[in-house]
């Protein structure tokens, strides 16, 4: 169980705080929970995307709006503390998946300080548990005070390839990793570090934090493995090893101080 269970640090700022979830497969659970979390402290919290994922289901949020004029969704919602709302630009019935807005209008949304968190899923993976972002990926807000970069455990248990790599040409281009080959440290910490790679885009100024999901699924010390990634990895403030489908999700924070932030 997290110590830092009330997670203060992450969304405890008197100013309304925006994070952005980045990767591979999660985002949206990791999304879920922490809108949660934030909920019962008694924030107000808004959730979007700045690019397409499948509508929620009407028990996950306080409300949802769909609309083109992201002007009119702030006229209809109201924050309210310990409530959350989920918006978006329109939805499609056939793949049962919205597109959210531009970075810009949740920017905006920051400046305006009307909800105290605003959750932003701003990539996809296609269900893949890790991936490289393409040339225009992710879409990140500007004012982003955190990012998080998700990849699955479960990418630890097969081998690298398309089947398991989302954007695999570029992800194999980044790390050097071949077909067939076990992820590996190295491979992370290439993905990691470098500037076309897992952080792409988020702010210099902004928390970035690394997230391994699904640790249920593993057996043996990722903890000591996640401690050997971090070391090489100058980017990262902190590691979350979590496990979001169970009720303590997060299962581990390994925080990691960052030298020469400017």
Request: proline share 6%.
């Amino acid at each position: 169980m997290c110590l830092d269970s009330d997670l203060a640090d992450i969304f405890g700022a008197p100013d309304t705080q925006l994070i952005a979830l980045t990767g591979g497969g999660g985002k949206t659970s990791l999304a879920l929970r922490l809108a949660q979390q934030a909920c019962q402290q008694g924030l107000s919290v808004l959730v979007s995307t700045t690019t397409k994922m499948y509508h929620p289901k009407p028990d996950q949020f306080d409300a949802i709006a769909i609309h083109s004029d992201p002007d009119t969704l702030w006229q209809q919602l109201r924050p309210i503390p310990g409530k959350s709302a989920f918006v978006a630009c329109s939805y499609d019935a056939k793949t049962n998946k919205v597109s959210g807005f531009a970075p810009s209008i949740f920017d905006q949304a920051k400046f305006e300080q009307k909800f105290d968190l605003i959750l932003i899923e701003a990539d996809g993976a296609k269900r893949l548990p890790i991936k490289a972002p393409s040339g225009h990926e992710p879409c990140i807000p500007l004012s982003s005070d955190t990012v998080f970069q998700l990849m699955g455990a479960d990418a630890l248990m097969a081998p690298l390839g398309p089947e398991l790599v989302h954007r695999w040409p570029r992800f194999a281009e980044i790390t050097g990793a071949q077909l067939g080959q076990t992820l590996s440290t190295a491979h992370l910490q290439r993905l990691l570090n470098h500037p076309e790679g897992g952080f792409k885009a988020a702010p210099k100024s902004a928390r970035k934090i690394w997230v391994v999901n699904k640790v249920d699924e593993i057996n043996g010390d990722l903890d000591t493995w996640a401690h050997s990634v971090i070391a090489g990895a100058d980017l990262i403030d902190e590691c979350w090893l979590t496990s979001t489908l169970t009720a303590n999700f997060i299962v581990k924070r390994i925080l990691k101080t960052r030298l020469n932030r400017m």
